[in-house]
């Protein structure tokens, strides 16, 4: 009798990492925004709206204006390796791949669209993977990024007869090793501009207001790494400022304050005239730093009176952020040896 797809012929006792951020669309054109938008904005972990009353919004409103709009924003960073998110997502698997050597085999999947977390999870059954660790790689837990990525990996578990052990990365906004490779990268990026910031604005993604209220530890966390990257520049920097905010609001709902684009006006109408601006929450560049942070949120400023602007990469493939990721693995993969 033929085995069934998810049931791996010989079990050689490997170690699978699977690595999951949020996903992007496949193309920066209006068709492929749509189809991801779609599948996003449908996830009752990041728009908390009973379906009945949102779905008509989704599919009447909102399918048929942002696709467009965002399609136009996503050309502007497109890459000749596809959607930057897509790429540096690829190429931290690669990277944490070759330090971990025989220990695992690195995998990456995204929460939305391609490579899809079920295919990966079972491409990584199939190799022999009896163990698999799953690293949504996300800084701070939210419902929406973090939750959302292990109701996918729950999904997977319920369709699936032959299971592996599992585990998954514990949200490490305040982990030691997350503050020291943020400090020693955002540093040497600031050490390299050809200016000296007055202020460094820690932009996190936002969230609405009301997920706070029911509960949600994101802004918690996003507010400890800010005061732990805080305490170490203060020791470094002792005169660079350093302020957190929120960025890409969605919606109409109230969303956490302060937002990124009202204080980088306000900053440069106040007089402040040179700002590195830095987005700790994110692993990859992507979107929301490329495009909202680094074009819009220079344009804001300089419009508002600021003459120096830096927008500062996220900790993507450098050797800082890939000695965490990896001692956040190896850690991991301790507790089973
Ligand atoms: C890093 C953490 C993130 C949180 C928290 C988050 C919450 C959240 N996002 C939306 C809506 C959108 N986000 C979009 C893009 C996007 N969001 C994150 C990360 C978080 N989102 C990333 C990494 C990206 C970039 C994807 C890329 O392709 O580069 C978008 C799509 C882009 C656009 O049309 O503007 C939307 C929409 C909500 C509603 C939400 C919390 C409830
Ligand atoms: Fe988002
Ligand atoms: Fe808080």
Not at 77 to 96: C, H, N, Y
Not at 169 to 178: I, N, T
Request: neutral net charge; glycine residues 6%; aromatic residues 6%.
């Amino acid at each position: 009798m033929d085995r069934p797809a998810d049931h791996p012929t010989i079990l050689t006792g490997k170690v699978g990492v699977l690595l999951v951020n949020l996903g992007t669309p496949d193309a920066p054109d209006a068709k492929s925004v749509k189809r991801y938008l779609k599948q996003f904005l449908s996830d009752k972990r990041v728009v908390e709206i009973p379906a009945i009353a949102w779905q008509p919004i989704l599919r009447g409103i909102i399918l048929n204006t942002r696709p467009k709009k965002s399609a136009h924003a996503y050309a502007q960073v497109w890459t000749d390796e596809g959607s930057p998110l897509a790429a540096i997502t690829a190429g931290q698997a690669r990277a944490l791949q070759s330090r971990l050597g025989d220990a695992a085999i690195v995998r990456h999947a995204m929460r939305y669209q391609s490579p899809a977390m079920d295919k990966e999870l079972d491409a990584l059954l199939a190799m022999g993977c009896e163990r698999i660790l799953v690293a949504p790689l996300y800084p701070h837990y939210s419902g929406a990024t973090t939750a959302s990525a292990l109701d996918a990996l729950a999904d997977w578990i319920k369709a699936r007869r032959r299971l592996p052990a599992l585990r998954t990365l514990p949200p490490y906004h305040d982990d030691p090793a997350y503050i020291a490779a943020l400090h020693a990268d955002l540093s040497r990026q600031i050490e390299a501009l050809d200016f000296v910031p007055e202020l460094l604005l820690l932009s996190y993604h936002g969230m609405p207001e009301r997920t706070l209220h029911l509960g949600d530890p994101y802004h918690c966390h996003c507010r400890k790494t800010s005061r732990l990257v805080g305490e170490r520049f203060a020791q470094s920097h002792p005169d660079l400022r350093i302020e957190t905010t929120f960025q890409s609001r969605f919606g109409r709902a109230k969303w956490l304050e302060p937002a990124t684009d009202t204080v980088l006006i306000a900053e440069g109408r106040k007089g402040t005239k040179r700002i590195a601006i830095a987005a700790p929450g994110f692993s990859a560049d992507c979107l929301e730093t490329l495009e909202e942070l680094a074009i819009r949120g220079r344009d804001d400023f300089v419009a508002a009176g600021g003459t120096h602007f830096a927008s500062l990469a996220c900790l993507n493939t450098g050797d800082d952020g890939m000695a965490m990721l990896e001692a956040l693995t190896r850690r991991e993969l301790a507790g089973w040896i």
